[in-house]
């Protein structure tokens, strides 16, 4: 019979109960509080999924952290300087994900990077010749285990060993981690023979970087690791599962030939694949088909989705399909249950997580029982489609013109940055090495209350300007004690750098408890992009032109980018991102002139999510880049040259894209790069890029306080690389997320180490 399956949920609880109990523990250090949480959790996901017929239900697809840092933890590929070979306690493993200083030892967390193109973080594992593994943390059996007591058959998930090696960082240059696949393997196969011995019978390995364009010789590698895997338990089925798009070829023949008992495809994002998958798969492999997004919250076209199941079956037969999501559905939010506000028309158009296995039940039942079970469910289905095709809620003619008509030349500054550059220095005269910070400061308890004492009615338009005014003020005075050179006024009154700007634009909307998770208890709730966008009044002018007023020194406007608008918002999928992309560009263009115009001599534009959405494949790079670029130029170029552009990048490799950094022309380019120790920086100097950078000097996701010699020994390390007379000083991201006093310490550090330095070269 065809089964139905889900590669993994959502981990944070749909009251982000997860996070609670991870700020609990980081506070008090109460184990127990926190594992109780994580069985409950796990307990309600195994339960509900059961309850929709869900036939092979994930286990070990839930985290406290991060499901990589288990790998590492399960493989015993602790770094040194975090005690590898001890025992791997929770302090260990957070310290691993969140760095550690207290009594016993001062250390900095590891990397962390997009996975793939979505908006969630991963821990990047280290590797070296010198690495070895051990098995060190059993997680994935105890909690199959603990699945089966409560009488839930699971079906382990596992990162696969090629995309754990491939996913990782070599800490020697010109060393490949994947020649370690000999060393790493005995610990999968002891892993392997441990969940068969407790009873399972299928376990899920997820190889995602299948879907990357891979050389010939690190395919051969992944076919040597899976025979020997498939060897070493044969009583075991194992389920190959890639995602996030179609294999290329190469990819494709190998993830056939594998020796394995089934394969997952992304019939979402990898449609192209589905008639070759039919043709080319092996007489003795059942097929996994996702054919329900785990990415997006639309509902699934069934009509389109059962015709695919169908004839799948009718070619392969009942026993070797499965239907399943396209991914692990922890990128969406749990349910649509509790969205008591969300206007009913759109609410019908979406579907969370809960609703996808509804969904999938859905599939499956018409494929075993035919159509005329399920007929009442596809013309529901349909009808829904129609609605929102035709919808004039979602059509915006003036704003469809607007981008239809841009001018060609609308994208371009009117002079080159080396003659801005001289411009902007004479108007803000600044030292050598400015100091900044990324935008916003830290968010206490009050803060919240107060936006959510406005939301309920509470406080009048009065009280709450006057509290957001007094916090301005409040971050304004400190940034000046401290001895910043360029100050900002700290988003009180922002929520997410992407939801602010999505409640003040058209064709958004928002949900109460639409939660994923960033990473670790870092959880966003993405907009709903459902029709074309436009800006309908200024959204951040007042309270710059507020924070400009106090102070002498040069205030940033902060804003988002259009395409990190894009990215971390769930978007529409009828028409191109692209044609979205734009429609978001020239919604900021109006508030960046309205920011010029009401004084604000700098403007900074985040895009952090620039290099996420780059596609997983080369060939289609260059239209990505081509239109994001595009968009990012078109909401700044508005400015005068005096007028001085910002932007902001997080956790990205810029060595592939670094000629797109250079074409966004932005006069300041900020990125993230102390956990690296500045080698982020070195696709900058091979590039010569030619404009100013702030390269961050210390790990704002971390609640440690770098001492300032260690500021300054990255500081050395940037001026090593540029010259001095282009290189900014500041935190790696924003700072919303850390506490003040830490904040206030860890930016005096960070000032005193610039300034050691200016006096160091003769600034």
């Known amino acids: 019979m065809t089964l139905t399956s889900t590669l993994g949920y959502p981990r944070v609880g749909p009251h982000r109960e997860l996070k609670a109990a991870l700020e609990t523990y980081w506070r008090d250090g109460e184990e127990a509080p926190l594992l109780d949480t994580a069985r409950s959790l796990r307990r309600a996901s195994w339960r509900l999924q059961k309850e929709h017929g869900i036939g092979h239900i994930p286990s070990n697809d839930f985290t406290l952290y991060d499901h990589v840092l288990d790998t590492i933890c399960m493989t015993g590929a602790v770094p040194e300087r975090f005690g590898a070979g001890a025992e791997i306690d929770l302090a260990t493993y957070f310290a691993m994900a969140r760095g550690a200083q207290d ?51 699971t079906r382990p998930v596992l990162v696969g060993p090629f ?50 364009e891979l050389g010939s010789g690190d395919l051969a590698k992944c076919r040597a690791a899976y025979s020997a895997l498939s060897a070493a338990v044969p009583s075991l089925k ?8 179609a294999l290329p070829e190469a990819s494709f023949e190998t993830a056939m030939a594998l020796p394995v008992a089934g394969i997952h495809l992304d019939m979402v994002r990898g449609r192209s694949q589905y008639e070759a998958a039919l043709s080319a798969l092996p007489r003795d492999k059942l097929l996994s088909l996702g054919l329900v997004d785990g990415r997006n919250i639309w509902r699934t076209d069934m009509e389109a989705a059962l015709t695919l199941a169908e004839r799948a079956v009718l070619t392969l037969g009942p026993k070797r399909v499965m239907i399943s999501a396209a991914c692990s559905l922890l990128h969406v939010p749990f349910s649509l249950a509790g969205e008591k506000s969300l206007d009913p028309e759109l609410k019908s158009w979406l579907a969370f997580a809960e609703e996808k296995l509804g969904e999938l039940a859905v599939l499956a039942r018409g494929v075993k029982e035919g159509r005329a079970e399920i007929s009442s469910e596809l013309a529901e289905n349909a009808a829904l489609f129609e609605a929102r095709r035709n919808s004039p809620r979602i059509h915006n003619p003036a704003v469809r013109a607007r981008v239809r008509d841009i001018d060609p030349h609308a994208d371009r500054r009117g002079r ?32 919240r209350k107060a936006r959510a004492s406005r939301r309920r009615g509470d406080w009048t338009e009065a009280q709450y300007d006057a509290f957001m005014k007094a916090e301005i003020e409040k971050t304004i005075r400190l940034q000046e004690r401290i001895g910043l050179d360029v100050l900002v006024h700290g988003e009180p009154e922002r929520t997410d750098m992407v939801e602010y700007f999505g409640e003040k634009l058209e064709g958004f909307a928002f949900t109460s408890l639409g939660w994923v998770q960033s990473y670790g208890s870092r959880c966003v709730k993405p907009p709903i992009i459902f029709g074309d966008v436009s800006r309908p009044e200024p959204m951040t002018v007042e309270w710059s032109r507020y924070a400009q007023s106090l102070t002498a020194k040069p205030v940033k406007g902060m804003l988002t980018g259009p395409v990190t608008i894009l990215q971390w918002s769930f ?21 960046v002139y309205d920011l010029e115009a009401a004084g604000l001599g700098m403007i900074q534009i985040d895009e952090p999510a620039l290099r996420e959405g780059l596609p997983l494949h080369r060939s289609e790079w260059d239209a990505y880049l081509r239109w994001a670029c595009e968009c990012f130029r078109l909401s700044v170029c508005v ?32 990125i993230e790069t102390s956990r690296s120790r500045m080698e982020l920086l070195d696709a900058f100097v091979d590039f010569s890029y030619p404009n100013d950078i702030g390269p961050g000097v210390y790990d ?19 001026a090593d690389r540029l010259p001095s007379e282009r290189i900014w000083v500041n935190p790696d991201c924003g ?15 960070m000032v005193e180490a610039a300034r050691e330095l200016r006096n160091t070269i003769g600034a």
């Open 103 to 153: 009594g016993t030892r001062d250390v900095a967390a590891m990397e962390m990077t997009k996975w793939f193109d979505t908006n969630y973080h991963y821990i990047v594992p280290e590797f070296s010749p010198v690495t070895s593994f051990r098995l060190a943390f059993t997680k994935a059996v105890d909690e199959f285990t603990e699945a089966k007591a409560l009488g839930v058959h």
């Open 700 to 718: 704002i996701h971390s609640p440690r306080v770098p001492a300032r010699s260690e500021m300054l020994s990255l500081l050395r390390l940037a």
């Open 238 to 245: 194992l389920m190959v599962a890639t995602y996030f798009g």
């Open 416 to 447: 080159p940055f080396a003659d801005r550059q001289a411009i902007q220095q004479k108007r803000f005269g600044l030292p050598k090495l400015p100091t900044t910070t990324i935008g916003s400061f830290p968010q206490t308890s009050d803060v």
């Open 735 to 749: 700072l919303k997320t850390r506490g003040w006093p830490e904040t206030e310490a860890a930016l005096i550090e």
């Open 163 to 212: 995309s754990f090696l491939k996913l990782g960082k070599a800490t020697v240059a010109g060393f490949d981690p994947l020649d370690l696949m000999g060393r790493l393997l005995p610990v999968y196969e002891d892993v392997l023979k441990r969940l068969a011995e407790a009873g399972a019978d299928w376990v899920q390995i997820d190889e995602p970087c299948l879907v990357l």
């Open 639 to 670: 400015v005068r040259d005096e007028t001085q552009i910002h932007t902001h990048m997080c956790y990205s490799e810029f060595n592939d894209i670094i000629e797109a950094i250079a074409d966004l022309d932005a006069d300041v380019i900020s």
């Open 571 to 591: 978007v529409r999928d009828d028409q191109p991102r692209s044609e979205t992309c734009r429609q978001i560009a020239l919604a900021i263009r109006d508030e």
